[in-house]
């Protein structure tokens, strides 16, 4: 699969004469809000994993705490499981129109 990072955008009259993604353009804004929604899941994920082991290590006076994080985690995952399936149907099944460049 070629780079989904890059576009072949022209300054000409067909902007997009040269995309290769068609179905998923970075000058998308539906792809944006998409690949934003992941970054910022997998950026709580990321902090999420390290206070968990920092509560872990270090203990906390508040059992809840461990919990409320286990569980936060837990539902970062799906979320992001369903989020990047999502994103797989789009690129390469391309059954899932409105990502492609506008
Ligand atoms: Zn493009």
Redesign the pocket.
Known sequence: MNDINT???SPGTY??AT????HY????NNRILLENSIHELETELHQRITDLKFIKNEGTPNCADYEATRERITILNKDLENLRKSRNKIIENKEVKGY??Q
Do not use: L, R, S
Request: charged content about 5%; aromatic content about 26%; some cysteine.
């Open positions: 576009c072949f955008y902007k997009h995309c290769t993604h068609t353009c970075i000058f998308n492609g460049f």
